[in-house]
């Protein structure tokens, strides 16, 4: 989810005057495009000449496409000045034929479906009555089912550009983008991070152990900063799917990226948003079609208003509840799948086939040109379910081995189960291989601050949470984290490194596919009471000037180093272990506040141990003979000592403890 969530919900986050001046720029800027374009359509009247030479192309999307595809089938939207009114559009390439040709509303959008079934590559001539445009046909680097996902034997390490690294040679002002500033004194400002100071520490992951990098957006968001210190870093508001961010870097610099992560064994995930768009893309201002947008009323009747109480505006009401509820009203569905996300982010209309093809495309054209290896899609249930299944199904028709996960956030098992692919739950496929386990973090925050009782409270909840994966096709593919960008970090701000522990040896040995937050391993905390820039902090160490580099040994605190040492020993041992993998799991409840999940394959078996109370406790092995069997000692996963398995084991206060045997 961006990060708008709590900025636009809660008043208090100090952020409110920041969207009113933005939407006030935006609604300015929406009326003089507007004016503009009245007057370039009201010259093109007037004009004589013939249609040909009125007609101007300035861009298509994709900007190049692959041969070889399963669908052969391709979309070109082509931008220009009136060019909805060119009589004929045609190709002589060998095998590629166009098999319709869509006029939109606006006169200054074409479509253009190609097949190229059996087409090679090369350099294609598409003729626009008298206008030549040439447009590449390019090789793919393999075959689709040759493209790996990313799987539950990964440790995804979730980060935010901006707020990571920065690499030398940062431009901090780039020409030809809306007004912004980088200020790292501000926390709602762009900071400076970007895609090559997260290349120069590919090592430092490879050290971590982590195994796949999922990088919040890098695509262009061309919104300005506000004199009030928003802006949109996070970037979730995209205004050009074909671009990285500059202020990021180039699309070479992210396929480079991704080049060198796969060479050190690293994959890479994308962050997309189908859902809604940035303000300033070049739908806003010129729409393709009527219903482009969902409620698209409000930009056509707001004359610049920045009034969010416009008569058509409808925000969503953020309750996904009703894209599931069989009794759902029609008005309560509408308002979560149709209201916009904020009101500074139009809602794409996935009913529209047209749209939907574009965003298909856009997907698989990343995937071909950079190799991304995965998918996160942001804000999942508030686009239209049948738009994103056939999304998700054209990908697994494609890539059968690729991955993506789904943003889903209720916090009930029984409602993100119905959105995995081939539920029982659902009268309809998603076709989404992986959904976000938001009932982990859920039951996870109220545990980590409550003593584990004999009933509910503490580690009750997270056995209580997993009794219910029954209800998952495959709870392999579940998402787990304990924090994320759009949450208080799972450290508040404070530093009880037990709970974290304790949080952390659940999340990477239970069958689930884990994700970190940045800066966990170095005990980062922050909490988004102020907003949510403070749980997005810097990493020490990313930033030129920065006092202290965490990125190094030497440059991080004692407590620091111990928790990245005992992290990383962790992340090592799971690697490649089969046991936590594939293996069967076994758990206990929670007995005299000692929760106990077991993971056994073959003749192996893995045991987490948590002390959820504060007081020492005694551990009656007797309980759990059904998974040490006669085996009389096991080794500590941490730290390689022996331990021994005799009558009782003692666990110290909030003690947590993996084992093997």
């Known amino acids: 989810m961006s990060s708008h969530r709590s900025t636009l919900i809660t008043p208090s986050l100090g952020e409110g005057q920041g969207w009113v001046s933005l939407i006030t720029y935006h609604f300015s800027l929406i009326k003089t495009m507007k004016k503009i374009t009245l007057t370039l359509l009201l010259l093109a009247a007037t004009m004589t000449m013939t249609a040909a030479s009125k007609t101007a192309i300035t861009r298509i999307d994709p900007t190049n496409w692959f041969v070889g595809m399963k669908n052969p089938s391709v979309q070109l939207m082509v931008y220009g000045t009136?060019?909805?009114?060119?009589?004929?559009?045609?190709?002589?390439?060998?095998?590629?034929?166009?098999?319709?040709?869509?006029?939109?509303?606006?006169?200054?959008?074409?479509?253009?479906?190609?097949?190229?079934?059996?087409?090679?590559?090369?350099?294609?001539?598409?003729?626009?009555?008298?206008?030549?445009?040439?447009?590449?046909?390019?090789?793919?680097?393999?075959?689709?089912?040759?493209?790996?996902?990313?799987?539950n034997a990964d440790v995804l390490y979730m980060l935010m550009p901006d707020r990571f690294a920065q690499g030398p040679g940062h431009n901090p002002q780039m020409k030809g983008l809306n007004a912004y500033k980088e200020d790292r004194t501000q926390p709602s400002l762009r900071h400076g991070g970007d895609i090559e100071g997260i290349r120069q520490h590919l090592d430092y992951f490879k050290e971590l152990g982590v195994t796949a990098l999922w990088l919040t957006p890098v695509l262009e968001n061309n919104s300005p900063d506000s004199d009030n210190g928003f802006s949109t870093y996070h970037g979730y508001a995209t205004t050009d799917y074909y671009r990285v961010?500059?202020?990021?870097?180039?699309?070479?610099?992210?396929?480079?990226?991704?080049?060198?992560?796969?060479?050190?064994?690293?994959?890479?995930?994308?962050?997309?948003?189908?859902?809604?768009?940035?303000?300033?893309?070049?739908w806003v201002a010129d729409m393709p079609t009527k219903d482009w947008f969902n409620l698209p009323e409000w930009l056509e009747e707001s004359n610049g208003t920045s009034n969010p109480t416009n008569t058509h505006f409808q925000q969503t009401s953020y309750k996904l509840t009703p894209v599931r509820d069989p009794y759902a009203s029609k008005v309560d569905l509408k308002e979560t799948t149709e209201g916009w996300f904020v009101p500074t982010m139009p809602d794409l209309n996935q009913r529209n086939h047209h749209v939907m093809t574009y965003l298909i495309q856009n997907s698989?054209?990343?995937?071909?040109?950079?190799?991304?290896?995965?998918?996160?899609?942001?804000?999942?249930?508030?686009?239209?379910?049948?738009?994103?299944?056939?999304?998700?199904k054209e990908l697994d028709t494609e890539y059968p081995n690729f991955n993506t996960v789904g943003e889903t956030w209720v916090t009930e098992p029984a409602y993100t189960a119905s959105w995995q692919k081939d539920s029982r739950l659902s009268k309809s496929n998603s076709y989404l291989k992986t959904v976000m386990d938001f009932a982990f973090f859920d039951r996870l925050s109220m545990a980590k601050n409550e003593e584990t009782d004999d009933w509910w409270q503490g580690l009750n909840r997270l056995y209580n949470s997993f009794c219910y994966d029954y209800l998952y096709e495959d709870p392999t593919h579940v998402m787990a984290?304990?924090?994320?960008?759009?949450?208080?970090?799972?450290?508040?701000?404070?530093?009880?490194?037990?709970?974290?522990?304790?949080?952390?040896?659940?999340?990477?040995?239970?069958?689930?596919?884990?994700?970190?937050?940045y800066g966990t391993e170095i005990l980062m905390n922050g909490t988004k009471e102020v907003t949510d820039g403070y749980?997005?902090?810097?990493?020490?160490?990313?930033?030129?000037?920065?006092?202290?580099?965490?990125?190094?040994?030497?440059?991080?605190?004692?407590?620091?180093?111990?928790?990245?040492?005992?992290?990383?020993?962790?992340?090592?041992?799971?690697?490649?272990?089969?046991?936590?993998?594939?293996?069967?799991?076994?758990?206990?409840?929670?007995?005299?506040?000692?929760?106990?999940?077991?993971?056994?394959?073959?003749?192996?078996?893995?045991?987490?141990?948590?002390n959820g109370k504060r007081d020492k406790a005694v551990m009656d092995l007797s309980r759990y003979a059904e998974v040490i069997g006669d085996h009389k000692q096991a080794t500590d996963v941490i730290t390689g000592r022996t331990v021994r398995l005799n009558d009782t084991l003692t666990l110290r206060p909030r003690q947590s403890l993996i084992i093997e045997f």
């Open 82 to 151: 009136n060019i909805g009114s060119v009589k004929d559009v045609s190709t002589d390439y060998p095998n590629a034929r166009i098999d319709s040709i869509v006029r939109l509303d606006s006169p200054n959008y074409l479509l253009v479906y190609l097949n190229l079934q059996g087409a090679q590559p090369g350099t294609m001539t598409l003729r626009f009555d008298k206008k030549k445009v040439s447009y590449q046909l390019l090789p793919r680097e393999m075959s689709g089912d040759k493209r790996m996902g990313f799987t």
């Open 245 to 282: 961010d500059p202020r990021f870097g180039t699309n070479q610099d992210y396929r480079q990226l991704c080049n060198e992560a796969h060479q050190k064994g690293l994959k890479v995930v994308m962050d997309m948003i189908f859902n809604h768009c940035g303000f300033e893309h070049p």
């Open 364 to 392: 698989i054209w990343w995937i071909e040109t950079v190799g991304i290896d995965g998918i996160r899609m942001d804000t999942y249930p508030y686009a239209f379910a049948e738009g994103m299944a056939r999304w998700m």
């Open 481 to 517: 984290f304990i924090d994320n960008h759009d949450t208080d970090r799972f450290l508040g701000n404070g530093t009880d490194t037990l709970a974290l522990k304790q949080a952390l040896a659940l999340l990477l040995t239970v069958p689930r596919t884990p994700q970190l937050y």
């Open 535 to 610: 749980v997005r902090k810097d990493f020490p160490g990313g930033f030129p000037g920065d006092k202290r580099d965490c990125f190094t040994a030497e440059g991080r605190t004692q407590a620091q180093q111990q928790m990245f040492t005992w992290l990383s020993r962790l992340l090592h041992w799971r690697q490649g272990n089969d046991v936590i993998i594939k293996g069967k799991t076994t758990q206990f409840i929670p007995y005299k506040g000692i929760y106990v999940i077991a993971r056994q394959l073959g003749n192996r078996t893995v045991l987490t141990i948590l």
